[in-house]
C-alpha cells in the first residue's frame, strides 16, 4: 500500500486527518531535526493503520510531502 503524506512538524499534538483513501495530512509534534518527526509519523501511523512500525518504509525523509510504503503481511 502507498500513502501519500504531508507532514506538518512542530505542531501542538499529534493528528492523522485523511483527505482520501491514500492521501493524509500529519500533524506531528516533534521537530524536522535528526529524523525525529520522521520517527514520530512511522508511530503515528502504526498506530492509526495497526501494522509494526517494521512494515512502514518512508521512501523520500527529507521532504515534506511523504511516499509511504506499507507492507502487510
Known amino acids: 500500500m502507498i500513502l501519500y503524506i504531508k507532514v506538518k512538524p512542530n505542531s501542538k499534538e499529534n493528528e492523522l486527518i485523511r483527505i482520501s483513501d491514500t ?22 501511523l502504526a ?16 521532504s515534506r510531502k511523504k511516499i509511504i510504503e506499507i507492507i502487510k503481511n
Open 23 to 44: 492521501e493524509y495530512i500529519a500533524k506531528i509534534k516533534e521537530p524536522a531535526e535528526k529524523n525525529k518527526a520522521n520517527i514520530a509519523l512511522t508511530k503515528l
Open 47 to 62: 498506530k492509526h493503520l495497526k501494522v509494526p512500525t517494521k512494515d512502514i518504509t518512508i521512501k523520500n525523509p527529507s
